[in-house]
Each structure stands twice: as C-alpha cells, then as structure tokens.
C-alpha cells in the first residue's frame, strides 16, 4: 500500500492509560509510517480533537453511551464516509459487533490478539478499502447526476446474481415506471423486449459474452414501457470479466424512438420522390414518343405518300412528268427536312463540349431559321463552370421545352431568355408577348407538367404569370445548395 508521503495521522480514544501505553508501543513495533498519534481520554476531548483535526484512520476501545455522547456519535457516523473507524474489543460478544456497526465501523480487532503485525495489517487494508469505497462512492454520485441530468437510463447488471440496477430520468419519462430508481429482477428485460427483436437482440449478447477479451456491446430493439407502448432504445454496455468469465455490465439505455420514426419518414417520402420521379420520367418518355409518331405521321408520313402519289404519276404521264418529279423531289426534301428538326430536337446537345450558353444561343439560332419567333438570350448574370452536365441539360430542357410551347401555342413574335445564378438561386426566366392565357382556368399540359418533373429532380420551383392578350413568363428557381454545394458567385444581387 502507497501510505501518504506526510505519513499517516492516527486518533487513539483510550480511558486506560495502560492499554493506551501497551497501544502506542505495538502500532511502534507494526513498523509503519507514523507521522502522529493523536490521544484522547475522553468523548469531549475526542470531539475536540476531531475538530481541528483529520486523522487518516481512527481506533477507539470506548463505546459512547448514545444518550449522553449523541454530538460525538453523530460526528464520528459523518467521518466514517472518509475516515475508517476501527473498534478495539475486550471480548467477542455480539452486541459489541453491533455497537461498532452502529458506529460505522470499518473494522474491530480484539485486544488480547492486538499484535504489530495484525495492527500494520489493519491499517493498510482500513485506508485501503476505505479509499475505494470513497473512490466508488463518488463514482456512484457521478453516475447518478449524468443520469438525472439526461433522459437516458443508466445500469448496472451484476451476471452472477442476475439482477440490475437502473437509475435515471428515461425511467418516468421513457418507461412510464413511477421511479427514477430500480431493481430489476432476472429476466425483467428480456421479457420486454419486443417479439421480434427478443431472439436476434440476446443472441448477439450471447455471442459478445463467448467472444474472448470483447467488452463492448451495443443494440438497437424496441422495449415495451408500462403503458404498453414500444419505444426505440439503443442500449450499449461495458462488460467487467473476472477469470475470463463475464461478472458485471454496466451501460446506458438511450431513446431513440424520434429519430427512428424521422428516418423512416424520410426514407417513405424519398421512396415517393423517386416514385414520383419514375412516372414523371415514364411520362416523359411516353410523350415524347406521341409526339414524335405524330410527327412522323402527320408531316413526314404525308409527304412522303404525296412524293409517291407524284413520282407514281410521273410515270404514267409522260406529258407532265418534269412537273411531277419536281413537285415529288420538293416533297421529300421538306420530309427530310422534317426528320433533320425532329432529329435535332431529339439529340442531346453536347453541352459539356460547347457549354449551357452556347448550346442555348445554338437552340434559339435553329429555332428562329425556320420560325416567324424572334429569341433573345441574356446570359450575362450567368456562371456555369461549376455546375455538372446533368444539371446543365435539365436547364437546356426546360428551355427547350417552354420554347416549344411558345411555337405551339402562344402565337408569340417575341419570346425572351434570362438564364442567372448567384450564391442562393439558379433562376430561369422565360417570357413571351403571345396570346397569353388565364392560369386560373388553364389546365396544365403536359409540357409543363415536364417541366414540373424535371425541375423537381433538384428541388426546383416553377411559377406561370399569364393573363389573355399579355403573354406569359415562365420562372424556374433552383436552390443553389442543391446543385451548387458551398460556391459563391460574383453576381450576389438577386432577391
């Protein structure tokens, strides 16, 4: 034992001056670190003493009378916490063991054993366990102040006798049980454990008690409170082994029933999107196929079928012929012009060679040679670099998209582009003088419902402004951390 470098204090109540002599002479001969023998003959002088004094142990031959010495009772009860108390007996009868317990005693040694050997013993192992105990008393106060300070339940399982020890606020707030304290008896846990863990959550336990030198264990299950309702809990613990053999466990029991319920809300609601995504796509895909084979039909088909009815002619009617060939070779020049607009429509541009402004400037040049629209692009608040070419062609599909509808429907001379980003918003702004529309009685085609779905693969909004006779604006707003990340752009203007 590491006795204190000052040496070791000792209190010694003793009426009997001889035996207090025969004391002295025998803790001398227990050859340990003294530094002083505190003495006393009396109750009040020991009071005083203890006053103005800590000893590191204290031996005591005399058993106060309780009416008459309460004060000193009362002070040597509140030292035994830090302070161990050893009892000197004359005999060995029971009621002196009970007078020394009352007193908090740590230790009784008898008079006529009283040796310097057994005396140097005493001492060690009294400060010793006494300097555990403190040690563990306040590692208990510790435990319980984390646990009132949380909602978690903190344990401790002795496995040899199988019952465990719970403490903590998560015991009325979590289990619904009325104390915040609690023996549990074998096998409390295990039947509370919800059917479907029960097996899977023990025989993990198992498995982690026969794995050598593995002191940690850890789980996630649903534990039935009070109520009857199954709450979250992930549990872990530190196992104590002796001789390789598991003998204690001590851990925390957090609720995690929220989080479990918001992550399996999230996981529904992206399950959703991506459904959502799916069929938009699909409906894509389906229309985009419509209107190519209306295209197909309804332009390329017919002049090709007039091209044959010419050609077909021009065989028969030798008069006209030149006429016929000429009309037919017209026909299937706009029909290969037809199919060369429809192709172009359909190619996916190469954006990540030409990059998003030149491959818009590129659409509206095609779009205005063979259309009566004039297109304005402003791309000056614009910068691209550090947007990948998924996010790029989604812009150019949009764009592509509502210039589409323009040509369609909107009967428009002049249709205007305003592409800008900064460090919150990538904003699209499409605007046209046509005919215009009442959004309130206007159902949606599917070139907006498009738009919708692309915008919507990164968290896009999508606004119409349109009244009769004053054209329509489409707006498109990208959240920048979506698609961004932490980029700051020069332009920081944009409300």
Request: aromatic residues 8%; proline residues 2%; negative net charge.
């Given at each position: 034992?590491?006795?204190?470098?000052k040496?070791i204090?000792?209190?010694?109540?003793?009426?009997?001056?001889?035996?207090?002599?025969?004391?002295?002479?025998?803790?001398?001969?227990?050859?340990?670190?003294?530094?002083?023998?505190?003495?006393?003959?009396?109750?009040?002088?020991?009071?005083?003493?203890?006053?103005?004094?800590?000893?590191?142990?204290?031996f005591?031959?005399?058993?106060?009378?309780?009416?008459?010495?309460?004060?000193?009772?009362?002070?040597?009860?509140?030292?035994?916490?830090?302070?161990?108390?050893?009892?000197?007996?004359?005999?060995?009868?029971n009621?002196?063991?009970?007078?020394?317990?009352?007193?908090?005693?740590?230790?009784?040694?008898?008079?006529?054993?009283?040796?310097?050997?057994?005396?140097?013993?005493?001492?060690?192992?009294?400060?010793?366990?006494?300097?555990?105990?403190?040690?563990?008393?306040?590692?208990?106060?510790?435990?319980?102040?984390?646990?009132?300070?949380?909602?978690?339940?903190?344990?401790?399982?002795?496995?040899?006798?199988?019952?465990?020890?719970?403490?903590?606020?998560?015991i009325?707030?979590?289990?619904?049980f009325?104390?915040?304290?609690?023996?549990?008896?074998?096998?409390?846990?295990?039947?509370?454990?919800?059917?479907?863990?029960?097996?899977?959550?023990?025989?993990k336990?198992?498995?982690?008690?026969?794995?050598?030198?593995?002191?940690?264990?850890?789980?996630?299950?649903?534990?039935?409170?009070?109520?009857?309702?199954?709450?979250?809990?992930?549990?872990?613990?530190?196992?104590?082994?002796?001789?390789?053999?598991?003998?204690?466990?001590?851990?925390?029991?957090?609720?995690?029933?929220?989080?479990?319920?918001?992550?399996?809300?999230?996981?529904?609601?992206?399950?959703?999107?991506q459904?959502?995504?799916?069929?938009?796509?699909?409906?894509?895909?389906e229309?985009?196929?419509?209107?190519?084979?209306?295209?197909?039909?309804?332009?390329?088909?017919?002049?090709?079928?007039?091209?044959?009815?010419?050609?077909?002619a021009?065989?028969?009617?030798?008069?006209?012929?030149?006429?016929?060939?000429?009309?037919?070779?017209?026909?299937?020049?706009?029909?290969?012009?037809?199919?060369?607009?429809?192709?172009?429509?359909?190619?996916?541009p190469?954006?990540?060679?030409?990059?998003?402004?030149?491959?818009?400037?590129?659409?509206?040049?095609?779009?205005?040679a063979?259309?009566?629209?004039?297109?304005?692009?402003?791309c000056?608040d614009?910068?691209?670099?550090?947007?990948?070419?998924?996010?790029?062609?989604?812009?150019?599909?949009?764009?592509?998209?509502?210039?589409?509808?323009?040509?369609?429907?909107?009967?428009?001379?002049?249709?205007?582009?305003?592409?800008?980003?900064?460090?919150?918003?990538?904003?699209?702004?499409?605007?046209?003088?046509?005919?215009?529309?009442?959004?309130?009685?206007?159902?949606?085609?599917?070139?907006?419902?498009?738009?919708?779905?692309?915008?919507?693969?990164?968290?896009?909004?999508?606004?119409?402004?349109?009244?009769?006779?004053?054209?329509?604006?489409?707006?498109?707003?990208?959240?920048?951390?979506?698609?961004?990340?932490?980029?700051?752009?020069?332009?920081?203007?944009?409300?």
């Amino acid at each position: 034992m590491n006795y204190p470098i000052k040496g070791i204090v000792v209190l010694l109540l003793e009426q009997n001056e001889k035996e207090k002599d025969l004391f002295l002479q025998v803790l001398k001969n227990a050859e340990t670190n003294i530094a002083s023998v505190l003495t006393a003959t009396s109750f009040k002088e020991a009071q005083q003493l203890l006053e103005h004094n800590r000893p590191d142990i204290i031996f005591s031959s005399v058993f106060p009378d309780e009416d008459n010495n309460e004060a000193f009772i009362n002070t040597l009860k509140e030292l035994s916490i830090i302070i161990p108390l050893v009892m000197i007996s004359n005999d060995d009868h029971n009621n002196v063991s009970i007078k020394s317990l009352a007193l908090g005693a740590d230790d009784q040694i008898f008079r006529k054993e009283l040796s310097g050997p057994l005396l140097r013993k005493t001492i060690q192992y009294s400060i010793e366990r006494k300097k555990n105990t403190e040690q563990l008393r306040e590692a208990i106060e510790r435990h319980q102040l984390i646990a009132k300070a949380t909602n978690d339940i903190a344990w401790d399982w002795e496995i040899t006798k199988k019952n465990t020890f719970w403490i903590g606020n998560g015991i009325k707030n979590i289990l619904k049980f009325p104390k915040n304290e609690m023996n549990i008896a074998a096998g409390f846990w295990e039947n509370h454990l919800h059917p479907d863990d029960k097996e899977r959550v023990i025989n993990k336990l198992k498995q982690v008690f026969e794995k050598e030198h593995s002191n940690n264990w850890e789980d996630e299950y649903r534990f039935k409170n009070q109520e009857g309702e199954y709450k979250f809990i992930y549990d872990r613990g530190f196992i104590i082994y002796k001789n390789n053999v598991p003998v204690r466990m001590l851990g925390i029991m957090e609720d995690i029933t929220t989080k479990v319920l918001l992550e399996r809300k999230l996981e529904t609601e992206k399950l959703l999107k991506q459904k959502q995504i799916s069929e938009a796509v699909i409906t894509a895909q389906e229309k985009e196929r419509t209107e190519i084979g209306k295209e197909l039909h309804d332009n390329v088909n017919q002049l090709l079928s007039a091209s044959r009815l010419y050609i077909d002619a021009a065989i028969t009617d030798k008069k006209n012929q030149a006429f016929l060939l000429k009309q037919a070779s017209s026909f299937i020049k706009n029909a290969i012009e037809e199919i060369r607009i429809l192709s172009k429509a359909l190619h996916t541009p190469l954006i990540n060679e030409l990059g998003l402004k030149e491959s818009i400037n590129n659409l509206a040049e095609e779009i205005m040679a063979v259309s009566h629209l004039n297109i304005n692009v402003n791309c000056a608040d614009f910068e691209e670099e550090m947007l990948n070419d998924n996010f790029k062609l989604t812009i150019y599909r949009i764009i592509q998209e509502q210039l589409t509808n323009i040509l369609k429907h909107s009967k428009a001379a002049n249709a205007n582009i305003i592409l800008s980003n900064n460090n919150q918003f990538v904003l699209i702004e499409i605007k046209d003088n046509g005919i215009g529309f009442d959004i309130n009685q206007k159902r949606q085609g599917i070139g907006i419902t498009n738009i919708h779905s692309r915008a919507g693969m990164y968290n896009g909004t999508i606004k119409l402004d349109s009244r009769p006779l004053k054209g329509c604006t489409l707006y498109v707003r990208f959240p920048a951390s979506e698609v961004l990340g932490n980029i700051v752009f020069n332009n920081s203007n944009y409300q």
